[in-house]
């Protein structure tokens, strides 16, 4: 496989210094991997702290900045951050009103999230933790106990961002962040595998005829693959598992999100058969994304996320933001 990189072993510190170079309103710290608002810690404003392996950006140092989060602490591919990394970034970010933990429901994260809180709060940090864990696809995979965190992880990370941006206390943020993660699901699907730079090859064997409904943001396995489908149908697929799940009553945020390797020709031809689901099962779209944001590398895919939500949500959603991969509304 060929990549845009110089060797496996530095691919994340490039990025980042490439990161750094691109976002002067960000502090990168290349050695320590913590990604920063440049003027953190907010004084009279919760902290959002959240991160994962890398592979998937936008997330999570994407969505770092006024409106969103506070830090991001980014791992080796596709492998948890370090406690250490989660304890300095809050340290850095947190300015007497608390951290906020957003986790992806992924064995290394909960386990290495979770020991960093303990030793947060043993430096006096006041912290809550949510968990995003919105896939309907399969209830345990290789990487979890529990439904996968995906897609969500940006209508949280967004919505509670945007709650702490206005002053809301830890409290309310954390209550928002559950709310949010509880009015939501996705499903993924793949129609190629992805390549990490240490292998230099498909992570797994995906026929160039077949596709894998339910596939994980690793690669993990999905419900079942079959023989390519058409756009159409493979919406018909998805947004039905996220619905029989979901079973809105009310308004939704829909997000159209590629994995990496589809160009927005598809994604927007996608999201042209998605929202004809929605009308025909009679589901308000209330916003809609569409683009890169949760990917994997350079697998070719998409992935469907719906969240219900209510006017303070919506109100929230529609906040301003301003991050390198969200901006909108300053």
């Known amino acids: 496989m060929k990549m845009l990189i110089n060797v496996p072993e530095t691919v994340v510190a490039d990025a980042l210094r490439g990161m750094a170079a691109a976002y002067p309103e960000l502090n990168v710290d290349v050695d320590n991997r ?11 404003k919760v902290a959002l702290v959240s991160g994962g392996g890398s592979g998937h950006e936008p997330l999570h140092g994407g969505f770092v900045g006024p ?3 506070d830090a991001a602490c980014p791992g080796e591919v596709f492998t ?3 406690p250490d990394q989660m304890v300095r970034a809050a340290a850095a970010v947190e300015s007497g009103e608390g951290v906020l933990f957003v986790v992806k429901n992924y064995t290394g994260d909960v386990l290495n999230f979770q020991m960093a809180a303990e030793l947060a709060e043993d430096e006096g940090v006041r912290l809550a933790t949510v968990l995003v864990d919105d896939d309907v696809a399969v209830t345990d995979s290789l990487y979890t106990a529990g439904r996968r965190g995906t897609g969500a992880t940006l209508f949280v990370e967004k919505i509670a961002g945007a709650a702490a941006e206005e002053g809301a206390p830890l409290e309310r943020v954390e209550a928002l962040a559950r709310q949010v993660n509880a009015s939501s699901r996705s499903f993924g699907v793949a129609l190629s595998a992805c390549s990490t730079p240490a292998k230099g090859g498909p992570t797994f064997d995906l026929p160039p005829g077949e596709l894998e409904l339910g ?3 690793h690669g993990e396995p999905g419900r079942e693959r079959r023989a390519m489908m058409t756009a159409r149908e493979i919406a018909d697929f998805a947004v039905g598992a996220v619905l029989d799940d979901l079973r809105p009553t009310g308004p939704v945020i829909a997000l159209v999100n590629g994995m990496g390797g589809t160009p927005l020709l598809e994604l927007y031809g996608f999201n042209a058969e998605v929202q004809r689901v929605l009308t025909e099962r009679d589901v308000a779209v209330a916003r809609t994304l569409v683009g890169n944001y949760v990917t994997s590398l350079d697998m070719a895919g998409c992935s469907v996320t719906l969240c219900q939500v209510d006017e303070e949500l919506l109100r929230l959603w529609d ?7 969200l901006r909108w509304g300053r």
């Open 67 to 69: 409106g969103m989060l």
């Open 34 to 44: 913590v990604i920063l608002r440049r003027d953190a810690p907010v004084a009279g």
């Open 215 to 217: 596939v994980g943001i």
């Open 80 to 82: 948890s951050p370090v």
């Open 319 to 325: 906040a301003p933001v301003q991050t390198p991969a």
